[in-house]
């Protein structure tokens, strides 16, 4: 095979990839397929023709997923993973696009697809747990109609996290209400299950087709090669795909960011940039100590799961993976960015605090006193602080920089401007 024809090959690859596409997810695998085929090319040498200028995104994808169906054909132990994800509000994702349904995703026969494609022929097992968490638009029923008329319906097992709680014990005795959950209750049951169901290992991803399954193997492979106990991707790699719809913030991000970063210094000074993406791996040992007291149930449940392995002193690395963001159905557009935003900062200080990491206090405890709500911080996501303004990516979080003390000082403007606008009419 000479470079001639893999020149040949990626030049006819479609530079778009739809998530909502039937059509697309079958011609990334055969793609995939046809490249997996050539054993002679190594993924190195395929990953020279990225470097080429504007390879298409379908041949970049493919890439990405024989490089992952290699390192889980290489591994020779038997192995059971759990995948875990949320639903709340995905009753449109989780159906076909139709005329009435124009972001439907068929998110869920997809995973199984994408999950039976990677470990065919290989000594990995897996189970899906899909799990509702308080959807009014009944996530449940409509996942466990379609898993129920699945080939693979054995190996899907369709929760309610409202069917869990109230309980007296285990990891979710304090959580009252499945309306106190934000995605963090429903993920903390799958994956009870999972270790119940005595999984090797659980990775916990979104209920959209944002992240390809079939990316499996770059999680297992540092598990089983290393016996690296918690795996996270990063987005922000050099080497990962990162394909955003729209920017859904304002300027003020790099603020957020400067906070966050400086509250949660143990984790951002370790090299671990992505704290939210949703494709993570845990050893079962790691989660059996993550569950026994976690500090969250919402959004921030990443930051707080990461603390408490290093709390633990699990291993812990990060790897580049691609990643298509679904934004039409996002909940943190339907709940609004904001609220989102507000939920990662608190739960950070609260995990912080909780679990005695290091982190900035006097910034945790200006974040206490000026930003009560999302409100506040509606109040300076359009705006930028002078001190910022030229700040790259890897200096935020050094208060160097911008000192908390200069936050405040910058809040309390933001907010006495905000209380000078006239009230609209």
Known sequence: ??????????THSNNSFDLTCEKDQKELLLLADKL?????????????????????LMFKLAVKLVESRRLLMNITTPLTVGIVFAMWGEHHRLNKRSKINPNGENSLITKIEQL??????????????????GCPHHSFDIANKIAQESDAKAQVNVMRLNDAIPTETGPLQNLHHVDESKKGGAIILG???????????????????????????????????NNTQVILGNRKHKESILVKQEERWGVGIKTLRHMQRMIGSQIFTQGIKDTQAAFKLYSHDALVDILKAPT???FSFDTDWILASMEQNKSIMTVPFAFIDSAAESASITQGPMTTWYTLLDGLVKAVRA?????????????????????????????????LMNAEDYQLGDPKIMS???LKVWFDKAKTKAKQQPAMA
Not at 36 to 53: D, W
Not at 363 to 369: H, L, R, S, V
């Open 36 to 56: 997996n085929s050539f054993e002679n090319i190594s993924v190195s040498e395929y990953k020279s023709f990225l470097e080429l200028e504007s390879p298409p």
């Open 116 to 133: 039976s494609w990677i470990t065919e022929g290989t000594g990995v097992h897996w189970k899906l747990y899909p799990v509702d968490d």
């Open 355 to 387: 679990r005695n990491a290091e982190h900035n206090n006097e910034m945790a405890a200006i974040f206490d006193k000026e930003v009560t709500s999302y409100k506040d911080l509606e109040l300076i996501i359009d705006i930028l602080p002078p001190e």
């Open 404 to 406: 908390p003390k200069a």
């Open 191 to 225: 994956c009870q299950k999972a270790l119940e169901d005595g999984m090797d290992c659980v990775v916990y991803t979104d209920a959209d087709n944002s992240v390809h399954l079939g990316q499996l193997g770059l999680l297992l492979a540092p598990y089983i090669e």
């Open 296 to 298: 969250v149930y919402d």
């Open 1 to 10: 095979m000479d470079n001639k024809t893999i020149l040949n090959i990626m």
